[in-house]
């Protein structure tokens, strides 16, 4: 093997090296032959498109919107769209890697891919952003497709994003397409159980890795950062299997309470003022960094990446992290959270639940018919299973953490796969 290390990682984490950081320690326990590291490591197709849009003032804003497809050796590409002021091209190839990891990790048969848009979503208004979202659809129209590559909701995008970009791709068409994109409304083809996939992912991994950990569920604290799609649905689902919910986040800050905090009572305090926890008195007032240090059991980053730095890794006390988020450990932070013994269900692990449900939904939009949400959570929570004892399996066997493992398993399938396919 005589590929190179990748560039050393500065102090400000870029999404990018942080993944190959670790695609490369997990090519490598794996014996990855070097033609095969260098296909696997470069993205299939990046796109960069300019967006000019009529603002409602009159004037023309011009944005820039990306696509990057890492991979589409397992199958059409998947991965969610993000508007927000940070995305880069570096953000969205690292984003579209962990899609090809992910869904190779729970096996489903798709490739991986991720888009996004920079701008500020919270400042324009429905009409600017239908435009927008519009503009891009037809900018991509030569990618996307349902057997080339599947857009979903990320950051600053959801079920109303996806039913324009579902409708502008459909008159291209000249008839409805509703496989094109998953994380649609229910009424426009979305699936049941969709909404809180990726929480119950991470209450799933939670579950099955406090029983390796023995840990009883009964008596354990646990933290949450963030509380939106990812965080209040696992919150929720973690307190009705007994778990005890002493602090949870979002960007206004923490709050906590030893006592558990009622998180459905949260989430209703939440939805009535804005989205957001500003306010919330059912516990004090700490800080987000405050929280991922805190005494607990179980901790669960779900809002952002880098999270979990170098900075702070020695001071966690958790005895489980699983990673609602994306990226939210930095490359750096791993072997300091390896060496206290600390247990990381990793990103492309636990918050796959996600992209498992958008592919029921894709085959449920394919067959034209609806599955009940006892099925789909039936199918997620097996699939979420399997793929953890895999990963369990793998760490133990290279004495590895489960993010290596995790990495090892999603590469040797792809690299299988494309052996097998082959090349030009
Ligand atoms: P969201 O927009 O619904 O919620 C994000 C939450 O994080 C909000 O509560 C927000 O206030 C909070 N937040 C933002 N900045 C913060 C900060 N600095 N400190 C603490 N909290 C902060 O987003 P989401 O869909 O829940 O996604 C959260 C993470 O999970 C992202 O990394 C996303 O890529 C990842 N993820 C989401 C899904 C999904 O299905 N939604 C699937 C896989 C991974």
Redesign the pocket.
């Known amino acids: 093997m005589a590929y190179l290390e990748p560039a050393p990682i500065k102090d400000k984490e870029n999404p990018f090296e942080s993944m190959m950081s670790r695609f490369h320690t997990a090519a490598h326990k794996l014996g990855l032959d070097d033609e095969t590291y260098e296909i696997l490591k470069s993205p299939t197709k990046q796109v960069i498109v300019t967006l000019p849009i009529t603002m409602d003032d009159g004037s023309k804003k011009v944005f820039e919107g990306y696509r990057v497809i890492h991979s589409n050796t397992l199958g059409p590409s998947k991965g969610?769209i993000?508007y927000d002021p940070d995305v880069s091209l570096d953000e969205v190839k690292a984003?579209a890697a962990w899609m090809t990891w992910?869904c190779a990790v729970v096996d489903i048969p798709y490739g991986g891919a991720k888009g996004g848009i920079r701008c500020k979503p919270w400042t324009m208004s429905a009409g600017e952003l239908e435009r927008l979202t519009r503009a891009y659809t037809v900018s991509m129209y030569e990618i996307f497709g349902p057997d080339l590559d599947i857009p979903?909701?990320?950051?600053?995008t959801?079920p109303r994003e996806m039913a324009w970009l579902m409708d502008e791709y459909s008159k291209a068409n000249g008839k409805t397409v509703s496989a094109v994109v998953t994380?649609k409304p229910l009424v426009l083809g979305g699936s049941l159980g969709?909404v809180e996939?990726?929480?119950r992912g991470v209450m799933v991994s939670s579950l099955v890795a406090m029983e390796k950990l023995k840990i009883n569920p009964a008596h354990a604290k646990c933290a949450v950062?963030?509380?939106?799609?990812?965080?209040?649905?696992a919150a929720s689902l973690l307190e009705d299997r007994g778990v005890k919910i002493i602090a949870i986040?979002?960007?206004?800050?923490?709050y906590i309470s030893e006592k558990g905090i009622d998180i459905k009572a949260a989430i209703e305090f939440?939805n009535k003022n804005n989205?957001?926890?500003e306010g919330f008195e059912l516990g004090d007032k700490i800080s987000?960094e405050e929280?991922i240090e805190l005494d607990v059991d179980l901790l669960v980053p779900?809002?952002?990446?880098d999270?979990i730095t170098l900075k702070n890794a020695q001071n966690i006390k958790a005895k489980l992290i699983v990673e609602?988020?994306?990226?939210?450990t930095g490359a750096k932070a791993d072997p300091v959270i390896f060496d206290k013994g600390i247990t990381v269900v990793p990103?492309i692990l636990a918050?796959?639940?996600?992209?498992t449900v958008?592919y029921f939904e894709w085959v449920q939009n394919r067959l034209g018919y609806k599955w009940t949400q006892e099925r789909v959570n039936r199918r997620c929570d097996r699939i979420m299973k399997d793929a953890f004892e895999k990963v369990f399996k793998i760490s133990e066997k290279y004495n590895v953490s489960m993010r290596i493992a995790a990495y090892m398993v999603a590469i040797s399938k792809v690299a299988d796969t494309y052996k097998l396919r082959g090349g030009y």
Do not use: C, I, W, Y
Request: glycine share 26%; no cysteine.
């Open positions: 969610g993000r984003l992910k979903a909701p990320d950051m600053g959801g994380g969709r996939a990726t929480g950062q963030g509380f939106g799609n990812v965080g209040s649905n986040s979002d960007h206004t800050g923490a939440k989205g957001t926890l987000n929280l779900a809002a952002k990446e999270v609602g988020a994306n990226g939210p990103d918050n796959a639940g996600g992209v958008s």
